[in-house]
């Protein structure tokens, strides 16, 4: 299932031609934080009223986080400098590595002034762009809804592997929070910022992987064990 969620919408006309636009591409799941609904949303959304009026509707980014296992953050500015942890990806490279995920995936648009905050987009496992201009690189909102929705139509991801259950947000948190305890063990790196970027590299990964709940506790399970023969052997020392 694919959620397009909508942060902090400013504009009501947007909100419906982004329900029409999911309509007219087979999608109906739509999430809203603080939304500003009115008549010119359903003016604007045509024949695609039912869809906002299943939306769900939630008053924090937090609350629409816990609604998905996978999560993907939209933004137009993708950086000038290389930063590791949050390389941004185009429309179809995302309808590749989405193909056969069977979990609940959230495609997160930011506010029509600001887009998503960057310590927002942290938090999602991927960053998409679509390439535009250098001239003007950033979209209408409800344009960047429909680019993104029609590379996706272009292969639906389908339940192939249906004998595994997709990893939760707390099975992946899990295994991030699993090495994260393997480097303050290792004490590796020793500066406590390098230690931080790795951890973040390593979250990421972790996204990108579209891991499965199996896989995830089979990763978990070593990290754990080396972290605490490290732990008994530096308290050994004391």
């Known amino acids: 299932m694919i959620g397009v969620v909508l942060v902090e919408p400013e504009g009501p006309a947007n909100i419906g031609m982004i329900a029409r636009t999911m309509k007219n591409f087979g999608f109906s799941s739509l999430v809203m934080v603080k939304p500003n609904i009115t008549e010119e949303s359903y003016s604007y959304a045509v024949h695609a009223g039912d869809v906002l009026d299943r939306a769900i509707v939630v008053e924090s980014f937090e609350e629409a986080l816990e609604l998905f296992d996978l999560t993907v953050g939209t933004t137009g500015k993708p950086g000038k400098g290389f930063i590791p942890y949050r390389v941004p990806i185009y429309p179809w490279e995302l309808r590749e590595t989405l193909e056969g995920y069977p979990g609940r995936i959230g495609l997160f648009f930011g506010r029509e002034s600001i887009g998503l905050r960057n310590d927002e987009l942290e938090r999602l496992d991927f960053t998409v762009t679509v390439p535009t201009s250098g001239e003007y690189p950033v979209m209408n909102l409800a344009q960047s809804v429909a680019v993104i929705l029609y590379e996706l139509t272009k292969g639906k ?77 530096r308290d050994a020392e004391r």
């Open 157 to 233: 991801p389908e339940a192939k592997v249906r004998s595994l259950e997709p990893a939760t947000r707390r099975e992946k948190e899990e295994l991030v929070g699993a090495w994260e305890r393997l480097l303050e063990a290792l004490n590796y790196p020793k500066d406590p910022a390098r230690r931080e970027v790795f951890a973040k590299v390593f979250r990421r990964f972790v996204g990108r992987a579209v891991l499965y709940g199996r896989e995830v506790h089979t990763l978990i399970g070593p990290l754990r064990k080396a972290a605490i023969k490290l732990e008994e052997c």
